[in-house]
């Protein structure tokens, strides 16, 4: 309750010169800026026993309330199986943070474990939240091509019960990036079959997303953007791949034509006599079924998993076959 000391801002007590405890220092605090009571207090799950405890007991003492409604304890961060801790020099400052990883991807990483776990962060875990970032932000490119195509633009709030009840359960937000991936798998089924739930699927998709902190544009084309994209894919249909090419570039790429994503381990594609086989064991980034034929329309873009980055050196070298 008191510590007494003489070194530091110190102050005067029936029990001599010292300072409050830290427990009473949050209790008065509380009381101060809040009243007696407030709604939620967290901290991490090593401060339950004593400090919070100590807290309870001296705000019965002074008010006859627990001084919390909820109390939300979040287990430790590990690097590597380690716990971070500034001892061991093993922490991450969120400025460097975010030089290597996206907003979007620290979330989804932090998401995946439930707040009251131990979360122990790895290169796997930032693939993982990677891909997953990837998978939202593809459909949701290809989605506003479509809606933007039918001068559909009535984004807003779109409820699900589902996901209610899983946050509702103590913030369930590993079952809340399940349902994510579910529906973005109904919203990739709607856009292959030119289905009446694009709309309603989006806006569930973008509600949840945005009460989860994580960010994705869905840019209105204009009247030429919309011109030249239907022009873009009658020359794909055509196979006029020199006028596509041409189309392709007076296009915003990055927000206006996703990559499609190989969803699949082996892919084999004849070229002139020649069978060229894919083997990958991650998702790789294409802009379309044909982007391994190496004519400028067809080649791969990029990759969704940074562990690929050589894959596209190494295919050419290692997988071409020829029979």
């Not at 509380?30 to 967290?42: P, V």
């Not at 990739?188 to 994580?214: A, F, S």
């Amino acid at each position: 309750m008191w510590r007494k000391t003489t070194e530091g801002e110190t102050f005067t007590s029936p029990w001599g010169e010292g300072i409050p405890g830290w427990h009473t220092e949050c209790v008065v605090m509380i009381n101060k800026l809040f009243g007696d009571k407030i709604d939620i207090h967290a901290g991490g799950v090593d401060l339950k026993f004593p400090h919070h405890e100590n807290e309870i007991a001296q705000s019965i003492a002074l008010n006859n309330n627990y001084i919390a409604n909820y109390w939300m304890h979040n287990g430790h961060i590990n690097i590597n199986n380690v716990k971070m801790s500034k001892s061991l020099n093993n922490f991450i400052l969120a400025k460097d943070f975010i030089k290597e990883h996206s907003a979007n991807v620290i979330k989804l990483a932090f998401l995946s474990t439930n707040y009251r776990q131990p979360l122990n962060l790895t290169d796997k875990v930032f693939d993982e939240a990677l891909i997953i970032d990837n998978k939202i932000k593809t459909v949701l490119k290809s989605a506003n091509n479509e809606l933007n195509i039918k001068n559909i633009h009535n984004i807003k709030e779109e409820k699900d019960s589902t996901f209610e009840k899983y946050m509702n359960d103590d913030f369930n937000t590993p079952n809340v990036i399940t349902l994510l991936l579910s529906l973005v798998k109904d919203l990739n089924q709607e856009i292959r079959n030119k289905g009446n739930n694009i709309l309603t699927l989006t806006n569930k998709i973008l509600t949840i997303t945005n009460i989860l902190g994580l960010s994705y544009s869905m840019p209105e084309f204009t009247e030429k953007q919309k011109e030249t994209y239907n022009n873009w894919i009658k020359a794909r249909e055509d196979k006029d791949f020199a006028l596509a090419d041409t189309l392709r570039e007076k296009l915003p790429l990055k927000s206006v034509i996703p990559p499609f994503v190989v969803p699949f381990s082996w892919m084999v594609t004849p070229i002139s006599g020649s069978f060229v086989v894919v083997s990958t064991i991650c998702p790789v980034r294409v802009s379309a079924f044909w982007a391994y034929i190496p004519t400028s329309e067809r080649k791969r873009k990029q990759h969704s998993n940074k562990n690929c980055t050589n894959f596209h050196e190494e295919f050419f070298i290692l997988i071409i076959l020829r029979f």
